[in-house]
């Protein structure tokens, strides 16, 4: 059972652009979870989703940042033109179901630069 | 969620148990602990929970004191892939699922 993918594993974008990261959850799972680590920071949660449903996004800042997780398909962090500011690490983390007592399963991560 | 306290940093010999302790005076009757490690530039790794009994796994053991109040993950014979910073949650079984991380302990295993 492979686990929680994420692609592109480093990404690099100029200011203005926009950065697209993939999450493939762990197989049966169908809660995705994404949070921020900034350099030299903590991990901070972003958004919480279930298929075709955002559940919690209490963790998004409120301009350029959104995230789906579609029907079929990874989920898509998608954060629009980029500051230098948003350069992080970004992991996505899945669970089987929305209970919080199963433990969450983390992705390697995507290290995003903006140049 | 109830808030944790831990040591910023701790030291371990290689092959001796390493006892990492977390405060969370504040946690409520249906409160969980759980314990992750970030090993460096990885994604966090998921480790142990307990709610109130004594908990081990193969990758360690979960002692929470009598009243709650506290905890501590014991790794038994640490190595030095156990170096990581090791993060202490307090969660409500309510909660929507997300994770509040802190600062963590970073633990240093020495040869």
């Known amino acids: 059972n492979a686990g929680v993918m994420q692609n592109p594993r480093h990404l690099v974008r100029r200011r203005g652009q926009e950065a697209r990261l993939r999450c493939s959850p762990m197989k049966g799972h169908s809660h995705v979870y994404w949070y921020r680590q900034l350099p030299e920071e903590g991990l901070k949660f972003m958004v919480y989703l279930q298929k075709e449903n955002i559940i919690d996004e209490s963790g998004m800042p409120k301009e350029r940042f959104s995230a789906e997780f579609p029907k079929e398909g990874p989920s898509i962090l998608r954060i629009q033109q980029v500051v230098r500011g948003d350069s992080a690490a970004y992991f996505c983390?899945?669970?089987?179901?929305?209970?919080?007592?199963?433990?969450?399963?983390f992705g390697p991560g995507t290290r995003l630069t903006v140049l | 969620d109830a808030k944790t306290t831990q040591p910023t940093s701790m030291d371990c010999a290689e092959g001796r148990a390493a006892n990492l302790p977390c405060n969370h005076s504040?946690?409520?009757?249906?409160?969980?602990v759980y314990w992750y490690r970030q090993i460096h530039s990885q994604g966090p790794q998921y480790i142990i929970h307990g709610l109130k009994n004594n908990e081990t796994n193969e990758m360690a053991s979960l002692i929470i004191t009598e009243d709650r109040k506290s905890s501590t993950l014991i790794l038994p014979h640490a190595t030095l892939r156990d170096t990581a910073v090791y993060y202490c949650i307090v969660r409500v079984p309510s909660n929507t699922g997300k994770l509040i991380f802190g600062q963590g302990t970073t633990l240093q295993v020495k040869p």
């Open positions: 504040t946690i409520s009757g249906n409160e969980y």
């Open positions: 983390a899945s669970s089987p179901n929305g209970a919080p007592i199963n433990e969450q399963f």
